[in-house]
């Protein structure tokens, strides 16, 4: 993957979080610590998990309590499976939760 490439994913990740008119931290700190693609769409779908969790259950999950949710739910044995760089990362997060359906 080229650098072009990483960025146009970053853009991706962070476009629902950032504005065109304010600098987005997210994205700056992601950019400069090179962080794995396979870890920053890992991040993202628990963070929509963790958003559509927080809607259905009416109450407010901390990070600890949605990524022990999201591997006790066997989420992130799907993503391993599922994860692919050609990929994007609504893609994956779909192919996770539709093989919920499946089981």
Same mark, same amino acid.
């Given at each position: %993957?080229?650098?072009? $490439?990483?960025?146009? =994913?970053?853009? #991706?990740?962070? &476009?629902?979080?950032?504005?065109?008119?304010? @600098?987005?931290?997210?994205?700056?700190?992601?950019?400069?610590?090179?962080?794995?693609?396979?870890?920053?769409?890992? %991040?993202?779908?628990? $963070?929509?998990?963790? =958003?559509?969790? #927080?809607?259905? &259950?009416?109450?407010?999950?901390?990070?600890? @309590?949605?990524?022990?949710?999201?591997?006790?739910?066997?989420?992130?044995?799907?993503?391993?499976?599922?994860?692919?760089?050609?990929?994007?990362?609504?893609?994956?997060?779909?192919?996770?939760?539709?093989?919920?359906?499946?089981?």
């Amino acid at each position: %993957m080229n650098k072009e $490439q990483y960025k146009s =994913i970053i853009n #991706e990740l962070c &476009d629902e979080n950032c504005s065109c008119e304010n @600098e987005c931290v997210l994205k700056l700190f992601v950019e400069s610590q090179h962080t794995s693609l396979r870890l920053l769409m890992q %991040m993202r779908c628990v $963070q929509k998990y963790k =958003i559509m969790c #927080e809607k259905l &259950d009416n109450r407010k999950y901390n990070w600890t @309590e949605i990524m022990e949710l999201w591997i006790s739910n066997k989420r992130a044995e799907r993503f391993a499976k599922v994860f692919s760089e050609d990929k994007k990362y609504l893609e994956i997060y779909r192919e996770v939760m539709e093989k919920e359906n499946e089981e």
